[in-house]
């Protein structure tokens, strides 16, 4: 029970590190909605700052989305890991409301973890689909600013 | 029920089609063992044939039996698909037994659609993801001769 | 003579469409600083607002910077392209000073054209390699506001 | 001059080691013709065991001989590298007589190195577009039996 306890605590601990220390995400009005084990969810309002030339969402703030996903899933374990790879397929434009990712470990094994991550728009459609590489080094992530 | 029986018979042509046609994959001894609505798995058994110096299954067996199982749910809804792109995240070592993997569509939206593949050996476990793009084109995929 | 002077001047338009109405580039302070038949680069200095948790660049940053230089150089041509996937790999951190992203060319047939962006640091190291495909349209591209 | 010729010498054992041992390679006929400092080149000659169920030349077989090029451009360094992720973007199909591809370094960094694969058919057009990451090991290769 005071394990569990521990664990909710820790995902919590991360998720204020995210939103308080992510510049970018700050920036873009990014953030981490949830962190369980080797997963995460992010949000995004779109806004006026987000838009390309054509006014759609700018793939690079629907990969900033994704990857703040796959950051906080690979981070999940407790130990620090390291975005090495992504990859991003986009087959919707994002146009306005809200976006949000999620993202669920596919692999952990030795040195690296695979992660594939949905984004999605208000209306429940993929718009979408990024996968991510991490290296995870066994340095333990310090929490204890953000208790 | 006959538009049923119809779909269930467009999945075993297409299977049919795929497993005489793509030489590589029958080179390789790869066989598509399913297909559905957007979904297909493949298998493989690990020869000598499929590895590499290192004596561990070569990335090209591993990512030929991911493209077919992705090529194969492309297809799937019966107008042609063509892979555009692709990536793989390598986690295991492939090693000995049967390979299998399992494609899903995440997306389906005007020319585009994407899928995930899960590569997992004997044991369960994940070895690779891959993740890959198709072009979806106007022309009817002809299987009247695999009836 | 007056051709190649058209040429120029169509890049220029280009150059100032991207540099004005791609609000996500001109919030992050990402600009074109040059276009050409199938390549293009961009340049950023770096600000406490790219920054992550751990204190360097943040990917998406490095994303959009690598993604807009691709962008520019898949629309160099004066038809519309859009981008569909992309890949990225980090190798080194982006910690300070200004980062150049030069995207080029490698292959463009029937409707898909493929780039690869190199992204450098001050020192002149690449610390990013990004490859993009973009799906080519017919349409042409209206550049006449930004005569 | 020795130093030179040991380098030519290791090069020259990394080849033949390739071309002895990867036998998914041999099996289609796909061999390094050259190794240098973070370069390789390999080639394909197609064969009816190469083709799809579109009678063109299937992804998997322009797979295999780009990252066979990766991996020899990633081991030229004389410590063991393992690829651990790759993309590819294809944009032109291969029909007959010969493939090459080309693999460069564009990074090497710590445990980490990424490489752009240029594949081309034998009018010397560039068919697929390949970017790989490896991870770098300490061990040195063995090369004594290659000599």
Same mark, same amino acid.
């Given at each position: 029970?005071?394990?569990?306890?521990?664990?909710?605590?820790?995902?919590?601990?991360?998720?204020?590190?995210?939103?308080?220390?992510?510049?970018?995400?700050?920036?873009?009005?990014?953030?981490?909605?949830?962190?369980? #084990?080797?997963?995460?969810?992010?949000?995004?309002?779109?806004?006026?700052? #987000?838009?390309?030339?054509?006014?759609?969402?700018?793939?690079?703030?629907?990969?900033?989305?994704?990857?703040?996903?796959?950051?906080?899933?690979?981070?999940?374990?407790?130990?620090?890991?390291?975005?090495?790879?992504?990859?991003?397929?986009?087959?919707?434009?994002?146009?306005?409301?809200?976006?949000?990712?999620?993202? #669920?470990?596919?692999?952990?094994?030795?040195?690296?973890?695979?992660?594939?991550?949905?984004?999605?728009?208000?209306?429940?459609?993929?718009?979408?689909?990024?996968?991510?590489?991490?290296?995870?080094?066994?340095?333990?992530?310090?929490?204890?600013?953000?208790?």
């Amino acid at each position: 029970m005071t394990a569990h306890m521990t664990e909710t605590e820790r995902f919590e601990r991360l998720k204020r590190f995210f939103n308080n220390r992510d510049r970018l995400c700050r920036c873009l009005g990014i953030e981490v909605t949830d962190i369980g #084990h080797g997963t995460a969810s992010t949000r995004m309002v779109i806004e006026e700052k #987000h838009l390309n030339g054509a006014d759609v969402v700018q793939g690079g703030a629907i990969f900033t989305l994704a990857d703040l996903a796959f950051g906080a899933a690979a981070n999940s374990h407790g130990t620090l890991a390291l975005g090495i790879n992504m990859s991003i397929s986009y087959t919707r434009p994002g146009i306005s409301g809200v976006l949000t990712a999620h993202a #669920h470990e596919t692999s952990a094994a030795g040195p690296l973890s695979t992660y594939v991550v949905d984004i999605r728009d208000e209306a429940g459609e993929t718009i979408a689909t990024f996968q991510g590489t991490a290296y995870r080094k066994r340095d333990k992530i310090d929490l204890s600013p953000w208790g």
